[in-house]
């Protein structure tokens, strides 16, 4: 997984955070009493083990008890580590950083606003900030991409967003043309342009071959699987493949073949702009075992 440009896979798991075992803990608790009735001439061995002796419950309470309690201790450490938090714990984190969540804003998206507000931390006008800025004016926004035109002032900010095939409306682009070029954001020296991300609009044909049981509905819910994937998977520099079309009729299942008529060929996406999906015309051409 990957977080404003962290790939949290690559971190060690952090070293106060305890792995748990409660057969172990008990096996803990067992010894010490053990150990402690052998110091005053007590011989527990035998009843402390035996499952059917009243201190054996005893034991596994205790170990019940010390369990959840080094969980805590674990989800309180988990608290206070940025990439961990989660709701309240996570705003809390945020506020250090002049962060305040959206209404409705997820923690992922959240903790994802806040890392790019301590990248862009500095003085200048980095990229980050104004990414951080961009996202945090709606939940409309799901991704933008900041980058300068050469060695001029113009920094182009493109923005895609979370509903309407990813196309950013005029109201939207108004809404962070405005949050951008605020007095407290905008650097004196920069010109910024917004535009919306997203470049082309393709349409898709594609034709099922289905296995002979397969019922002929199966072409209904085809387009939209499509578009839903698409609308999940896709977002800047994202490819619009033949092979991701084929691939993602086929977990349809049901299916003997696809051929993929339109588009004829991949389109690639540049990484600061996204592809949106037209029309999408699903034909059944027949049965093949």
């Not at 010490?32 to 061995?45: E, F, H, K, M, Y």
């Not at 609308?231 to 086929?250: K, V, Y």
């Amino acid at each position: 997984m990957s977080i404003a440009g962290f790939d949290i896979s690559t971190l060690p798991p952090p070293q106060t955070i305890e792995e748990l075992d409660a057969e172990a803990i008990l096996a803990e608790i067992a010894a010490d009493a053990i150990a402690r009735a052998d110091a005053n001439g007590v011989n527990l061995r035998g009843i402390i083990t035996h499952e059917a002796e009243p201190l054996r419950y005893l034991s596994e309470s205790y170990a019940a008890r010390e369990t959840r309690l080094r969980a805590r201790i674990n989800d309180t450490y988990r608290a206070n580590l940025i990439l961990f938090a989660r709701g309240s714990d996570l705003d809390h984190q945020a506020a250090f950083y002049d962060s305040v969540r959206l209404p409705g804003e997820g923690d992922d998206r959240f903790r994802w606003r806040i890392i790019l507000a301590i990248q862009g931390r500095s003085t200048g006008g980095t990229a980050p900030r104004y990414k951080s800025v961009v996202l945090a004016t709606s939940l409309r926004v799901a991704d933008a991409i900041v980058w300068r035109v050469g060695l001029s002032p113009l920094i182009r900010i493109a923005v895609y967003a979370a509903d309407n095939g990813g196309v950013a409306d005029a109201a939207l682009l108004q809404l962070v043309h405005e949050a951008v070029h605020a007095p407290d954001v905008i650097m004196v020296n920069d010109t910024i342009e917004v535009i919306p991300a997203v470049f082309t609009v393709r349409d898709i044909h594609a034709r099922l071959w289905l296995l002979p049981d397969t019922s002929a509905a199966i072409g209904d819910a085809a387009a939209t699987l499509l578009r839903n994937a698409w609308d999940r998977e896709t977002g800047l520099g994202f490819d619009l493949t033949r092979s991701w079309i084929n691939g993602r009729l086929m977990a349809l299942g049901g299916l003997h073949s696809v051929e993929v008529i339109t588009p004829a060929a991949d389109i690639e996406a540049p990484e600061e702009q996204a592809i949106s999906l037209g029309q999408i015309q699903i034909e059944i051409a027949g049965r093949r075992r």
